[in-house]
Structure formats: structure tokens, C-alpha cells
């Protein structure tokens, strides 16, 4: 260090005259060093937000300091330590103040819909019974830590995807090995709309054979899938009888006196179905944390049994047993271990 730099200057906000005799002071090499609370310097955040009523922190820019020894690297390490300050800065206001106020927002909330502080909760519905014994795979969603389930049962047609509730109970089975064939499975359905119809009328005997023609229906599917060609000319040469038989009713019937139940996919979301079947039970009950009025049916679609549950605000008509229900769904599922 030089020994003819005697002199330090030290000033709270560095105003133009203190700029003025460290340039001055400098220049006569007498000048050790210069301390300041606020500084600014192009580049800086600091410098970036002095617009409007904040320019008044742009008189205090050194970056003219270059000019009485402050070097590149000098003033590139004062901005990094001047970013982080603010960094620090904004994350300790943002916990001692974000936090309680987003947390108070959520309470009033909370206090605004239900009348009382609730926890968060996720919907869910657990139905009775257990639905069908296929073989199910479970693959988990790519965007979130959730997992979907597939069961391809004969009895419907079509491949049923639903929302696995219990993904904990299922990883810890499948770590264990404990994972098999014709794994037991529950499924459930949150309506978001739907409607009751009157039942299609029907005697006992026409019952008995609609049964046996469905039985030997997914008999020759199970076959099909199987390699079995004349399974496969049998349901072709059905379906032509279906169409014929459905296009001649339809000139003096409606498609919901033709078509008793119905499983088919309902939009681009692959656990959306839509749904009709037959009433087999049904209960109204209330939602403990919302005081809703809710009604549970247990449907038969497609000589599958599932239980359907929907607020009674959403529901068209009055629900019964031997009456039918059409509606949309999001299907969920629990395999049982």
C-alpha cells in the first residue's frame, strides 16, 4: 500500500461534494479509502428499480469510481454481494409477512365458504362391494405424484380407467411383491350432473334371457381375445343383428327406451365416463364439512355393480330403486390387498 494515502473518507449517503473530494483526493494520491451506506452501480438491481419516485438513488452511482482505482472485478463482486443482500432481504420479508398473510387469507377463506376453518381435502368417495376381479395395471401420472389404474372387463366393453385412491397401500404391496393376478378392486364415481329416468319396462322371462345372451356374450369375447376365429365371425354376425334391430326400433322408439345401460368414455380426460344404469339402493345423507345434501346410489350397469355418489343440487329428478340413472362421472378406484 502506498504510504502517502493518508486520508479515508467516510460519508452515510455519498452526496456530489463527497463524490467530488474522493475524485479530488485521488487525483492528488493522498486518498486510503471511501465508505458509504448507499451506493449504486449500473447494473445493479438497485439501479434498475430507481425510476419515478427511486431515481433519487441514481445520484448515488459509483460507478464513476473506476475512475479513482475501483476496478472490473471490484465492481462486478460489490453487485453480486449487493444481489444477494436483496435476495436475503426479500426472502426474510416474505416469511415473516407472506407467510401470515397468506395464511390468514386461506383462514377467512375457509371461514367464508364453510362457516369454520377446515383442513385441505381432497374428494373422495369409498364405494361397497367389490366391483370386479380382472387384472388391473397402475401407472402413475407424469405432471403429479398420483397414480391411474386399467381394467379391461369383458362385461363392459370398453377399458375402465379410473383415479386409484389408496397409491400409499399399493406402493407398499408392490415393494413387498405382494402384488397378483385378479387383484380385488372397488369403484367408485363422483357425478357432476345427472338425471333420473323411468325404467324400461320388462317381465321376468325377458330378464332371464337378456342375462344368458350376455353371459354367452362375454363368453365369445374371452374366446376372441384367445385366438378363436369363429368366436370372432359369431359377435360380428351379432352386431350386424344389433344394428339391424336398432335401426328399425329407432324410427318409432327413443334411444332410452332401445339402449337399458350404457359405459362409454366422456371427453378428453381418460376417467370421464358416462354412465346409465339401473337403480339397485340408494341414500341420502349429509356432507359433515359442507352440510350438503348428498345422495349415494348403488347402480347395476352392464351386470356391474358400482356405487355413484352426487350432491342432490346437481341431481334431476328423484332417485328410486328399479329407476335408472344417467350421468357424468369421474371415476375412481381401491384395489384391495
Known sequence: MDKQKKIVISHPNGNANVRGAANGFFNAAILESFHTSIACYKGGWLYRLAKGPLKEFRRREYSVLRSIGLTEKQLYKVIICEGMCYSILCICVTLLMGTPIAILICRQMSIGCYGKVVE????????????????????????????????????????????????????????????????????????????????????????????????????????????????????????????????????????????????????????????????????????????????????????IQFDVCINCADLLGEPAVGRRFKGLIWLQGQLHF
Not at 324410427?251 to 346409465?276: A, K, N
Open 120 to 303: 385441505y381435502s381432497f374428494p373422495f368417495f369409498r364405494g361397497t362391494g367389490i366391483t370386479s376381479q380382472e387384472s388391473v395395471v397402475v401407472e402413475r401420472h407424469a405432471e403429479k405424484e398420483s397414480y391411474a389404474g386399467a381394467c379391461d372387463d369383458m362385461r363392459l366393453g370398453v377399458t375402465l380407467i379410473f383415479y386409484l385412491q389408496n397409491p400409499a397401500e399399493y406402493m407398499l404391496e408392490k415393494y413387498k411383491g405382494n402384488m397378483r393376478e385378479g387383484q380385488p378392486l372397488t369403484i367408485t364415481g363422483l357425478a357432476r350432473e345427472g338425471k333420473i329416468l323411468f325404467p324400461v319396462q320388462k317381465d321376468k322371462e325377458a330378464v332371464k334371457v337378456e342375462r344368458e345372451l350376455t353371459k354367452n356374450r362375454n363368453n365369445l369375447i374371452a374366446a376372441a381375445r384367445n385366438g378363436d376365429e369363429e368366436a370372432m365371425e359369431d359377435l360380428t354376425m351379432e352386431d350386424m343383428d344389433m344394428y339391424s334391430m336398432i335401426s328399425e326400433r329407432i324410427v318409432t322408439d327413443d334411444v332410452l327406451t332401445i339402449v337399458d345401460t350404457c359405459f362409454m368414455p366422456h371427453g378428453i380426460e381418460c376417467d370421464q365416463y358416462s354412465v346409465m344404469g339401473e337403480i339397485v339402493d340408494f341414500v341420502n345423507f349429509k356432507n359433515i364439512l359442507t352440510g350438503e345434501k348428498l345422495c349415494q346410489m348403488t347402480i347395476e350397469c352392464n351386470d
